[in-house]
T-cell receptor, first 112, second 114 residues
Framework: AQSVTQLGSHVSVSEGALVLLRCNYSSSVPPYLFWYVQYPNQGLQLLLK??????LVKGINGFEAEFKKSETSFHLTKPSAHMSDAAEYFC??????????FGTGTRLQVFP | NAGVTQTPKFRVLKTGQSMTLLCAQD?????MYWYRQDPGMGLRLIHY???????AKGEVPDGYNVSRLKKQNFLLGLESAAPSQTSVYFCASSSPREFGETQYFGPGTRLLVL
């Protein structure tokens, strides 16, 4: 069975600080991993995805994530937070099925 | 190119009423999905379809029915709405070329059942 755990339902950072959102997965086969972002009152849009190519994946808006098989992790980072990064972030896993399994989400707040 | 659209954007129902949510995509995607989003629970899959005329149950299918009569449309029906179905509903679509394909989401339908 596949599953995703996002540690921390809320994360607060100051503008310009490092953003780190944690995601751990469980999968019996090599997974595909995704980070989606949801801005207030909008649908989800893809930030980045890992599909077994490079383990360090770069996405939109300066975000990146590193696939670490030994730690079963796919944490999302951004070196310097911007006010516009305030949103909810979802990690998701697909283990060779027709379906994505989503984590419960992490709400990022950015303070000036 | 509108992507994925959902109708309506917001609806209030009384317990026991029925309604249909419409999802349309113009990307010629084979796969379509219906999710519900509730606070602290992320997105949970209700039903999905891997092609015109096919449907399958997801994680939380009870109380919902779906139909995929046309490739571009995916309908979600509530036959007898319950307060527990108060939620935000999202439709998504994707191409089945590989399991790593991106799902594209609609803007959501906010449903309140009184």
């Amino acid at each position: 069975a596949q599953s995703v755990t996002q540690l921390g339902s809320h994360v607060s950072v100051s503008e310009g600080a490092l953003v780190l959102l944690r995601c751990n997965y469980s999968s019996s086969v090599p997974p595909y991993l995704f980070w989606y972002v949801q801005y207030p009152n909008q649908g989800l849009q893809l930030l980045l995805k890992y599909t077994s190519a490079a383990t360090l994946v770069k996405g939109i808006n300066g975000f990146e994530a590193e696939f670490k098989k030994s730690e079963t992790s796919f944490h999302l980072t951004k070196p310097s937070a911007h006010m516009s990064d305030a949103a909810e972030y979802f990690c998701a896993v697909n283990s060779n099925t027709d379906k994505l399994i989503f984590g419960t989400g992490t709400r990022l707040q950015v303070f000036p | 190119n509108a992507g994925v659209t959902q109708t309506p954007k917001f609806r209030v129902l009384k317990t026991g009423q029925s309604m249909t949510l419409l999802c349309a995509q113009d990307m010629n995607h084979e796969y379509m999905y219906w999710y519900r989003q509730d606070p602290g629970m992320g997105l949970r899959l209700i039903h999905y379809s891997v092609g015109e005329g096919t449907t399958a149950k997801g994680e939380v299918p009870d109380g919902y029915n779906v139909s995929r009569l046309k490739k571009q449309n995916f309908l979600l029906g509530l036959e007898s709405a319950a307060p527990s179905q108060t939620s935000v509903y999202f439709c998504a679509s994707s191409s089945p070329r590989e399991f790593g394909e991106t799902q594209y989401f609609g803007p959501g339908t906010r449903l309140l059942v009184l």
